[in-house]
């Protein structure tokens, strides 16, 4: 009898633990907002270095922008970046 009140009592912990732990509908639905509303800032945080990068570009003068055109192929080169095969490239998706 004693051991049957201690293996209801502990199911009963089990359970009321395990209820407890569940989240409402609404903190499911706070979270997936708080974490939808943190990609848009690093989408438009992407999008206005990117803008600037580009306005950056825009505002040089001819020879300048040959010479950084120069340079980003040569550091590219040194990384080791290279080109696919030409008909990759073409019938490529991207």
């Known amino acids: 009898m004693r051991n049957i009140k201690y293996i209801v009592f502990s199911l ?6 395990n209820l407890m ?10 979270r997936k907002r708080i974490e939808k509303q943190e990609i848009e800032k690093k989408k438009a945080q ?11 570009e ?4 001819k020879a300048t922008k040959k010479r950084m055109k120069q340079s980003a192929k040569k550091s ?16 490529s998706k991207n």
Do not use: C, D
Not at 12 to 17: A, F, I, R
Not at 58 to 61: E, G, P, R
């Open 12 to 17: 009963l912990v089990l359970t009321s633990l």
């Open 21 to 30: 732990s569940q989240e409402s509908k609404q903190v499911k639905q706070q």
């Open 46 to 56: 992407e999008k206005s270095i990117e803008e600037g990068k580009k306005r950056h």
């Open 58 to 61: 825009n505002i040089q003068t």
């Open 76 to 91: 590219a080169k040194t990384r080791g970046e290279k080109k696919k095969f030409f008909l990759f490239r073409i019938f």
